[in-house]
């Protein structure tokens, strides 16, 4: 073999090698599936549809969305923690899902920590205290003082057993000491329906499915569990400013793939979400959406995992709620 031969299959061979290096941080050659774990509509799937063409230019991939309901998103969390941890499928994943469901099922196929690489948290929702205008009550005090001289008789709709209003109202009735019976419908548009039409009293929920029902008067609302005023919302004060300090309700939306994706493909998954996150189209239809973008990385996310585990895990074994 001569001396240029030599020079030539070594430079052949260093190529090779740094296509290879470059090959395993990628998450394959086929498409990234977010699969989300409600119908199409929601505010979930909204957010996973809201990031998928960025993060598609992101990874120079197509990445597609799956929807697969049922089971209060326990469907969708097994398929993806029983799926090839190679970086092409991740879980779009709902607080309450994810943290409240060891809660609430007596047996899992899947386990939030053991199963699951965090990738990244993608935004977050604070929840509204709306009430119908037949109810006697414009501030957050008044309702409860109505709720507290007629125990039982006020009812409030959620979009299901263990949603986050659910779990949410549950706590606010032990920290405002009030009695108010649930009413839980099969997603938020039919519980929002009832509670315009006056057949349930009040309700609390996200800003996108209320907000226009409060712009139109149809729906008064009372207050914004969160530290500030939400910007679609200015005029309703925050729990804390109407005298519930410690009542706080955040629902939120994170990325998340198989256990054993390699760190590789998580690291470069989680910059396709960050970069699509700081995208002006997305942050306009956040806005739009009335949702917060609140990016974290996965080690952060892992923590928050973790905290809300044990903290709403505590607070729905003392209400008793099970899922359906």
Request: contains cysteine.
């Amino acid at each position: 073999m001569t001396r240029r031969s030599l020079v030539l299959g070594s430079l052949c061979g260093a190529v090779l090698a740094l296509c290879g290096g470059a090959a395993s941080a990628q998450t394959g050659a086929g498409p990234v599936t977010l699969v989300v774990p409600v119908p199409p509509g929601g505010i979930l799937d909204q957010v996973a549809r809201m990031v998928q063409p960025a993060m598609g230019r992101a990874l120079a991939q197509t990445v597609v969305v799956d929807n697969r309901a049922g089971a209060s998103g326990n469907i969708a969390a097994t398929a993806v923690a029983r799926a090839k941890p190679d970086g092409q499928t991740l879980l779009v994943g709902y607080s309450m899902f994810h943290v409240g469901n060891p809660a609430m099922f007596d047996k899992l196929a899947w386990d939030p920590v053991r199963d699951f690489a965090p990738v990244a948290m993608l935004v977050v929702s604070p929840h509204v205290i709306a009430v119908h205008p037949s109810v006697p009550a414009t501030t957050l005090k008044e309702l409860v003082d109505l709720a507290r001289a007629k125990p039982g008789t006020l009812n409030y709709a959620t979009s299901g057993n263990g949603s986050v209003p659910h779990v949410g109202m549950e706590l606010f009735k032990q920290q405002a000491k009030i009695d108010v019976v649930h009413v839980p419908y099969k997603g938020a548009g039919p519980a929002m329906q009832d509670v315009v039409a006056g057949n349930v009293q009040m309700t609390i929920a996200t800003p996108p499915s209320l907000l226009g029902m409060v712009q139109s008067g149809k729906l008064r609302a009372l207050a914004v569990a969160a530290k500030t005023r939400h910007p679609l919302l200015p005029n309703v004060p925050t729990t804390a400013e109407a005298g519930y300090p410690n009542f706080e309700l955040e629902a939120w939306v994170a990325l998340l793939a198989p256990a054993g994706t390699p760190p590789a493909a998580v690291a470069r998954l989680t910059a396709a979400a960050q970069q699509a996150l700081q995208s002006p189209d997305v942050r306009k239809a956040a806005d739009a959406a009335g949702v917060e973008i609140r990016y974290q990385t996965p080690e952060q996310l892992d923590r928050q995992v973790r905290q809300d585990i044990d903290y709403w895990g505590q607070i729905i074994r003392q209400a008793g709620i099970k899922a359906d």
